[in-house]
C-alpha cells in the first residue's frame, strides 16, 4: 500500500492562551496553558492521521526528557507510524506559541541544533505512488531527500514559508522548490516576495506571478492566503478557490492541516484542483473544532 510520508522536526510546543497579543513590555496572564509536539510535519502527520490515511512521521529529538516525552506522545496517536532519530548530547527543539481570543497567534521558536536537520530523512525509504512532505527545515537536506525519492517514484510537496527564508534566503528557497512536484506557500511569504520583487496590488494576481516565479521547473503551487482562499495553479490552470466561513479557535497549524487535506485527496486519486478544494474543508474543520474529523467531513 501507498503510504504518506511527513518529513520535519518536533518541537515541545508551550502554548500561551491571553486576552490579546502583548504589546512592548507588557506582561499578560494567560487564561490557560498546555504543551506537547508541535512543527510543521506533526501538524500535518496527525491531521492526515485523523483522516485514516496510511501515513509515517518521520522527525528528529534529541536524547532529553522532552524528546522522549514527544516521541510517546506521537507513538500514541491512533493510526499514525512514526519514525525517529534521537540525537545524543542533543536539546529537542522547542517553541513558545501565544493564542489571542480571536484564534490570531504569535510564534517564538528556541535556536534549534543544527544536528537535527542535517540528516532529517535519511533513513526515509519511499515508494512508486507515495507522497513524502517537508518543510523548508535546511536547503541542501530537502534538495537531497526529494531527489531520492522522486527517483523512486514519490511525489514531493514543499511547504514554503517566509521563517524559513529569513534563515536560508531567497535563492536557497527557490532551488528548493525546483525540487519539489508541489510548492505550498502562504500570504506572508507571498507578501514578502512582492516586496522584494516591487510589487503591489490585487492580491489574487500577485498570487499568480509569484505562482508562475516558482514553476520554473514544472511545478504545482498552491498559495494560501487566509480568508481570501487558495490560488491553485498547475502551469495550465489557475483556479481561486474560496475559503470556507469559520470563526477560528487557533490558527496554529491551518496552513499544515490544508496540506494535510490536499495530500489525502491527491493520495486517493483527485486531481491538484478537486484536492485543493478538499483541503480548505479540512482546514476549516481545523480551524473550527481544533481537530480534524472524518465524520464532518463526510468520509
Request: glycine share 12%.
Amino acid at each position: 500500500m501507498t503510504r504518506i510520508h511527513c518529513l520535519s522536526t518536533v518541537d515541545l510546543d508551550r502554548v500561551f492562551e491571553v486576552d490579546h497579543l502583548p504589546a512592548h513590555d507588557e506582561k499578560l496572564f494567560a487564561s490557560a496553558f498546555h504543551e506537547g509536539a508541535g512543527g510543521q510535519g506533526v501538524f500535518v502527520a496527525r491531521a492526515l492521521a485523523a483522516l485514516g490515511a496510511p501515513v509515517t512521521y518521520h522527525g528528529s529529538v534529541g536524547d532529553d526528557l522532552a524528546g522522549a516525552g514527544l516521541i510517546a506522545e506521537l507513538k500514541a496517536v491512533p493510526g499514525l507510524a512514526v519514525e525517529f532519530a534521537r540525537l545524543k548530547g542533543i536539546k529537542t527543539a522547542n517553541c513558545a506559541i501565544l493564542v489571542d481570543k480571536t484564534g490570531e497567534k504569535a510564534i517564538v521558536l528556541a535556536p534549534i541544533a543544527r544536528e537535527l536537520v542535517e540528516s532529517l530523512g535519511e533513513g526515509l525509504e519511499a515508494a512508486g505512488g507515495d507522497i513524502v512532505t517537508a518543510n523548508f527545515f535546511d536547503p541542501a537536506q530537502i534538495q537531497r531527500v526529494f531527489s531520492r525519492v522522486r527517483a523512486d517514484g514519490a511525489t514531493t510537496i514543499l511547504d514554503m514559508e517566509i521563517t524559513g527564508i529569513g534563515i536560508f534566503g531567497w535563492e536557497a528557497a527557490f532551488a528548493s522548490m525546483a525540487a519539489a512536484d508541489i510548492v505550498c506557500t502562504n500570504q506572508p511569504t507571498l507578501d514578502a516576495w512582492s516586496k522584494r520583487e516591487g510589487l503591489a496590488g490585487d492580491r489574487l494576481d500577485r498570487a499568480a506571478r509569484f505562482a508562475a516565479a516558482i514553476a520554473v521547473s514544472g511545478q504545482r503551487v498552491c498559495v494560501t492566503l487566509g480568508a481570501e482562499g487558495v490560488l491553485v495553479a498547475d502551469g495550465v490552470r489557475l483556479e481561486h478557490v474560496p475559503a470556507v466561513p469559520v470563526k477560528p479557535q487557533n490558527t496554529t497549524g491551518a496552513g499544515d492541516t490544508f496540506l494535510a487535506g490536499l495530500a489525502f485527496g491527491l493520495h486517493r486519486g483527485d486531481d491538484l484542483f478537486a484536492a485543493a478544494r478538499f483541503a480548505t474543508r479540512v482546514a476549516a474543520d481545523f480551524l473550527g473544532h481544533g481537530k480534524v474529523d472524518r465524520d464532518r467531513l463526510g468520509l
